[in-house]
């Protein structure tokens, strides 16, 4: 069975610093990955994905993702943030229609 | 246009009442699902259809009822109403089995 594991539940930066929110999954087989945003009283919304192909994975928002999969991780990361991008961040991963996800990382951004 | 569409978005009711709660995808998508997310925004599949059949169904009660009218809905049907049932349920959608799904905006159930 897959599982992905997010190592931080809560992630505080200052506006305009880089972040980057740890995402590791556990799979035998092969992998889709996905990150999704969560902002308040709101569904999920995609952030980017990996299905093949190069590994740096870029997405909305000025959000990028790589895969490393000798280390089983798919860390998201931004290289400034703005007030806006305060929400919450979900890292999954999909095996025909399984879709397992991460408990989620609370990114809050502060002025 | 919504692409998924939740209705309602809130839902408050009793201890034991049956409710339901409709989905609709205008994406042309093959495959429905159900996800409960408890207070911690922890996400939990419930259930998915794929051309009317059921593909996934996790350790829910069988309170829970997916039913499924047609390709482009995807409705849940609660009995019996229990406290821990109170989360929010999110519908989603998608087209290709290991691509990604989109998601409905969610419905609040909370259980007095």
């Known amino acids: 069975a897959q599982s992905v594991t997010q190592l931080d539940s809560q992630v505080p930066v200052f506006e305009e610093a880089p972040v980057e929110l740890r995402c590791n999954y556990s799979s035998s087989v092969s992998v889709y990955l996905f990150w999704y945003v969560q902002y308040p009283n709101q569904g999920l919304q995609l952030l980017l994905k990996?299905?093949?192909?190069?590994?740096l994975v870029k997405g909305i928002n000025g959000f990028e993702a790589e895969f490393n999969k000798s280390q089983t991780s798919f860390h998201l990361r931004k290289p400034s943030v703005h007030i806006s991008d305060t929400a919450e961040y979900f890292c999954a991963v999909n095996n025909n229609n399984d879709m397992r996800f991460g408990a989620g990382t609370r990114l809050t951004v502060k002025p | 246009d919504t692409a998924v569409s939740q209705t309602p978005k809130y839902l408050v009711t009793q201890m034991g009442n049956d409710k339901s709660i409709k989905c609709e995808q205008n994406?042309?998508?093959?495959?429905m699902y159900w996800y409960k997310q408890d207070s911690k925004k922890f996400l939990k599949i419930m259930f998915s259809?794929?051309?009317?059949?059921?593909?996934i169904n996790e350790t829910v009660p069988n309170r829970f009822s997916p039913k499924s009218p047609d390709k482009a809905h995807l409705n849940l049907h609660i009995n019996s109403l229990e406290l821990g049932d109170s989360a929010v349920y999110f519908c989603?959608?998608?087209?290709?089995?290991?691509?990604?799904?989109?998601f409905g905006d969610g419905t609040r159930l909370s259980i007095l």
């Open positions: 989603a959608s998608s087209q290709d089995p290991s691509g990604p799904q989109h």
């Open positions: 994406l042309g998508h093959d495959t």
């Open positions: 990996y299905l093949s192909g190069s590994t």
């Open positions: 259809y794929n051309n009317k059949e059921l593909i």
